[in-house]
């Protein structure tokens, strides 16, 4: 470039000499040198231009120059040829360049002063750099890039690029429909169900249940296959999984139709394994969500999605199994992990009640006879079974009650939890005494959550069963004791299926029956059992406070009142459980101050699944009892929610 500029100059420095210098010369040799000096000043003058011009010249003569122009209008021209639309937009939006692609697919019949934002319905400051945006315009999809410019005077530009990826997402969205699924079907207690059936009947059933299956395949272009009495494999694309899914699965509602003998009609358990990498690990998460939805109770079907599992019905009440096989074969295998441990701690779920504290006693009491140590954790001062630990500590010594702080301290690796009337992580007495202790074992009857212990060595689960006191009272028939535990824990185990069959009321079966007769047996005394079920005249007249303020919707009872008092949790079980002796209503609403947030305790007479209700709210539990916890909320807006939940939940019964 040097070299350019310097021949530049030269040859205009000859040009000077040869238009200037050499005339003057020849002028002075004619006229005399006299008249050189006259005539000096003009030639300077002539020169002086003569470099104006060449400068100006020269600059507009250089490479860079004509260089710079043929690659702006290159640039131009490129980008207005360009197959990808691109517009360049300012900061309010408004549009001032765009290419010929963009004007035909995003201008058609738009008036040419459209802001950025009418035009797309997106505000342009929301672009980021190096950050990609979906947008879906006219049918098509584009995936937006943008890139911004700071102009000389700070002000930004952005220049917009639109990549229509319509074909890439219909064939991302054809693979993931047309990606099959494993779907395992099992009838709910065949066998207890079959039990007195006659071989007609079995025959007839069998073939209606075929004929339902086939007609829920139809259309689908998969499979089903028989592989048991009760249970059947099938395998289907994706998009009609979603369509099954949509309508709730409406052959949970067709099995309900089919009737054994003229009494007795069948439910199914549906688990969904999709997203599987392969078939085989499809069918593994069929495996787990059947699981699933066996634990909650049947009568539904579970799908396990990315972000968690999705139940669809779940209506009718479970079905009890009468075998006490798993009963005994459990029991024996507890025993031996008892006896191969060094301390046992047996614990239940926050706020425990007569059910949890009754179940805890009752395992400890029976460690007791064996000669292990056992205690029970328990925070104290939480407890709503006070008077239930004060009636044990005073007929024995033997069984501790410790704070979580000092188990937690005392626990080791050859030490045993067993977890009893909860399987989810969240409400543990004491998160981190599991944590802890490596060898857990779980004993629940509520219809499994989503975020329950996965590690238990020994996972006894039972969503059939009236309470965890029940449970508890079947396994210690099993255990080899020299002799029965004493009557005060009896009393416990039978306090606890008190509490949750509402005086032998709610959710009783044979089982449940059998067990209380056991206990009675053993030195069960009822009315010892009643007096632990007593109240104070304060408390009474609390309880008869929140029923007063109920509000009748649609056959549910909703109380909602600012409680102060540090037996709120129990009363608002109490006076959940009394709304249901209203005439006309079918389920119970307590909502309470709970902390900084709101609680609510649900219950129901079988026909309203209270737990549906409040695993809308976040919460859980059984059938006809349940709770949810809504922390950061008000009175007025958690009620405000829970109606929303209960209009969808009662659309969704009419639809059904």
């Not at 494999?233 to 099954?244: D, G, K, Q």
């Not at 292990?372 to 239930?388: E, H």
């Not at 599991?434 to 219809?447: A, G, L």
């Not at 975020?451 to 009272?473: G, R």
Request: glycine share 8%; charged share 20%.
């Amino acid at each position: 470039m040097k070299r350019n500029k310097a021949a530049f100059f030269l040859i205009l420095s000859v040009l000077m000499l040869f238009g200037t210098g050499i005339p003057f010369v020849i002028y002075a040799a004619i006229n005399g040198w006299n008249g050189f000096a006259f005539s000096l000043m003009p030639a300077i003058i002539f020169s002086i231009i003569m470099l104006v011009f060449g400068i100006g010249v020269q600059d507009k003569l250089a490479p860079g120059h004509f260089m710079n122009e043929a690659v702006q209008e290159l640039v131009g021209m490129s980008m207005r040829r360009l197959s990808v639309p691109v517009v360049l937009t300012e900061e309010n939006g408004r549009i001032f360049w765009y290419n010929d692609k963009f004007k035909g697919q995003f201008l058609q019949g738009r008036r040419k002063n459209t802001t950025f934002q009418e035009l797309l319905c997106m505000n342009v400051n929301t672009l980021m750099d190096g950050h990609d945006m979906m947008l879906e315009h006219q049918g098509r999809k584009y995936r937006v890039h943008s890139e911004t410019i700071r102009m000389n005077d700070s002000k930004k530009v952005y220049a917009v690029q639109f990549v229509e990826i319509t074909d890439q997402v219909r064939l991302q969205n054809e693979l993931r429909e047309s990606r099959p699924c494993v779907m395992l079907m099992v009838i709910d207690g065949y066998d207890d169900v079959m039990q007195y059936a006659k071989e007609s009947e079995k025959a007839q059933v069998s073939a209606e249940v075929e004929v339902l299956l086939e007609n829920f395949m139809a259309g689908t272009k998969g499979v089903v296959r028989k592989i048991d009495n009760d249970q059947f494999y099938a395998v289907m694309e994706t998009r009609y999984l979603y369509s099954a899914m949509n309508k709730r699965f409406p052959i949970l509602d067709e099995a309900r139709k089919i009737c054994v003998a003229g009494r007795i009609r069948i439910t199914f358990s549906i688990g969904v394994g999709i997203g599987g990498t392969s078939l085989e690990e499809s069918e593994k998460i069929a495996r787990q969500s059947l699981d699933m939805a066996l634990g909650r109770g049947g009568d539904q079907a579970a799908v396990k999605m990315e972000n968690g599992f999705n139940f669809y019905g779940g209506e009718s009440k479970g079905v009890e199994k009468r075998s006490k096989a798993m009963i005994r074969s459990m029991a024996l295998a507890l025993q031996e992990m008892i006896e191969n441990s060094e301390h046992i701690y047996v614990m239940g779920h926050r706020f425990g009640d007569l059910d949890a504290i009754g179940a805890a006693c009752g395992m400890a009491g029976a460690i007791a006879l064996m000669g292990k140590p056992a205690s029970v954790v328990v925070r104290r001062q939480s407890c709503l079974a006070g008077n239930l630990i004060d009636r044990i500590k005073s007929c024995d010594n033997l069984l501790r009650f410790i704070e979580p702080e000092q188990a937690v301290m005392q626990a080791n690796e050859k030490s045993l939890l067993i977890v009893v009337d909860t399987h989810n992580k969240d409400i543990l007495e004491s998160f981190e005494l599991y944590q802890k202790v490596h060898n857990v074992v779980v004993i629940d009857h509520h219809r499994k959550n989503v975020n329950y212990i996965e590690n238990a060595a020994l996972f006894h689960h039972e969503p059939y069963a009236s309470s965890a006191s029940e449970m508890v009272t079947e396994l210690i028939q099993y255990f080899r004791l020299e002799k029965d535990i004493p009557a005060a824990y009896a009393d416990a185990l039978l306090a606890g299926i008190t509490l949750d069959t509402k005086n032998f009321v709610m959710r009783t079966g044979v089982r449940t029956f059998e067990a209380a007769a056991y206990l009675r047996r053993i030195g069960a005394d009822t009315i010892q059992v009643k007096s632990l079920f007593s109240d104070t005249i304060s408390m009474y007249q609390m309880r008869s406070q929140i029923v007063a303020h109920a509000e009748i919707f649609k056959n549910n009872a909703i109380s909602a009142v600012k409680l102060q008092n540090s037996s709120c949790r129990l009363l608002a079980a109490q006076a959940a459980d009394e709304l249901l002796s209203i005439q006309g209503v079918e389920a119970s609403f307590v909502l309470y101050l709970d902390g900084n947030g709101v609680s609510i305790s649900a219950r129901s007479l079988g026909k309203v699944n209270v737990q549906l209700i409040m695993e809308a709210l976040g919460g859980g539990g059984h059938q006809t009892m349940a709770a949810a916890q809504l922390p950061s909320a008000t009175l007025q807006d958690t009620k405000e929610r829970l109606l929303q939940v209960l209009e969808t939940y009662e659309a969704d019964r009419y639809r059904n």
